[in-house]
């Protein structure tokens, strides 16, 4: 009997998270980052001849979320005709393209030793977008990579959201790197990190699950 199709991780209720996605990770973000933006309420300024944000003195207990951007980088570029689509949908089928999108994170990030929230916290630090900027160089060769993969149509929904969600780390990434050039977009971008680790953490669970049930036949 075919599995059904993955199911898509539910939106966030509105004042919180779910519990289970408050891992480190998650934490960090959403503290560390909304601290952040709510330090530097005008955007960044200028020391030393450089543009720069403030980063000291971050009290989780004086944190709040900040506004949700104007939808700057919620353009749903893709659609499921974008999508090469096979209508095999056995076991073998289905763990070679869970295999597939492994190896595709391996190939296109499985050099860099630290995530991506790590990565912007120390763009933020000290200034140099070196690291930041090899990391968001990644992004459209993995999207490229992404858009080539043949997707069993069970996973079709699931490939069509990853696909999009990573459209829109390239859009964010991208922003972030241009604080002297477009400090406002920049600005704008900081605020979607927190949203953009949520939602991979909700997909990357997703996959989890279905892989376990596939294993088990």
Do not use: C
């Amino acid at each position: 009997t075919p599995l059904p199709p993955v199911p898509l991780p539910s939106a966030p209720t509105a004042g919180g998270q779910n519990q289970e996605t408050k891992n480190l990770t998650q934490e960090l973000a959403d503290l560390y980052l909304r601290g952040i933006v709510q330090q530097n309420p005008e955007g960044p300024t200028t020391k030393k001849g450089r543009k720069g944000l403030s980063v000291s003195r971050l009290s989780p207990e004086s944190l709040s979320f900040p506004p949700s951007p104007s939808g700057e980088f919620d353009v749903q570029r893709f659609e499921l005709r974008d999508l090469r689509i096979t209508a095999d949908n056995t076991t073998a089928r289905q763990l070679a393209y869970l295999d597939a999108l492994h190896r595709l994170n391996g190939k296109n990030f499985g050099t860099f030793t630290k995530n991506i929230v790590d990565v912007v916290g120390d763009w933020l630090v000290t200034q140099d977008p070196a690291m930041l900027r090899s990391y968001a160089a990644r992004v459209p060769t993995h999207l490229a990579d992404l858009l080539a993969l043949t997707v069993p149509s069970q996973w079709q929904e699931f490939h069509l959201e990853n696909v999009n969600l990573w459209h829109r780390k390239l859009l964010v990434y991208a922003a972030l790197v241009e604080l002297e050039r477009d400090p406002l977009k920049s600005i704008l971008a900081l605020r979607e990190v927190p949203r953009v680790i949520q939602e991979t953490l909700e997909l990357d669970r997703a996959l989890a699950k279905r892989f376990r049930e596939l294993r088990r036949g």
